[in-house]
Every structure is written in structure tokens, then in C-alpha cells.
Nanobody
């Protein structure tokens, strides 16, 4: 069983900052990509940021210049600066991984952590 454990969510004022963490554990041979997604009330889940192969990154246009994704082994971070009320959402961690060499990629999701930005 592979688990992703998220932490760092909370209540912050607009203009503030927050750092999310997600640690992957279990039977993992390698992780190909990790990312953060979010789901705001009444909206579908959307990509926030993704890091592929430990270097290439993708960001949603709405967070470019404000959020930074990084990875250290099996842990991914999301540094969120200049937070806006529109950033309020449940943030989910995702990982694409292999349990063994020569096996197809699998994926796992964290339980979600709530980020609330007060205006």
C-alpha cells in the first residue's frame, strides 16, 4: 500500500503565505511525477502545479509567479505566496510511481488538506 500524507493547510489572510508538504511512503521503486491539485467549492478539481522527473514543472496560469513546487526524494512541497481568496480550496497531493522495476506507472492521491484564505 502506498500512502501520501499531506500537511500544512490552514487559515491565512490574503497576501499571506503557506507551505504544503506531502510525503509518499510504502512500496515505491521510483516516483516519476508529483503534483498538487485543488478543488474549490462548486468547482471541479484542477491542476495547481506538477513536477515531472524532478525538474520540469507545470503551473496553472492562476498561480504562476506566486506558487513554487519542489521535490526532495519522496516528498513534494508547494510554497504558496501572495495568497488570494480565490486560492481557497482543498489541496490534494498526487504521485505517479512504480512499485517495481519494469512495471507500469501507478498513481496515488492524498486525503486533501484545506487551505482557507480570508479576505
Amino acid at each position: 500500500q502506498v500512502q501520501l500524507v499531506e500537511s500544512g493547510g490552514g487559515l491565512v489572510p490574503a497576501g499571506g503565505y503557506l507551505r504544503l508538504s506531502c510525503a509518499a511512503s510504502g512500496s515505491i521503486f521510483s516516483i516519476n511525477a508529483m503534483g498538487w491539485y485543488r478543488q474549490a467549492p462548486g468547482k471541479q478539481r484542477e491542476l495547481v502545479a506538477r513536477i515531472i522527473g524532478g525538474s520540469r514543472t507545470n503551473y496553472a496560469d492562476s498561480v504562476k509567479g506566486r506558487f513554487t513546487i519542489s521535490r526532495d526524494k519522496n516528498t513534494v512541497y508547494l510554497q504558496m505566496n501572495s495568497l488570494k481568496a480565490e486560492d481557497t480550496a482543498v489541496y490534494y497531493c498526487n504521485a505517479e510511481f512504480r512499485k517495481e522495476r519494469f512495471r507500469l506507472n501507478e498513481d496515488a492521491w492524498g486525503q486533501g488538506t484545506l487551505v482557507t484564505v480570508s479576505s
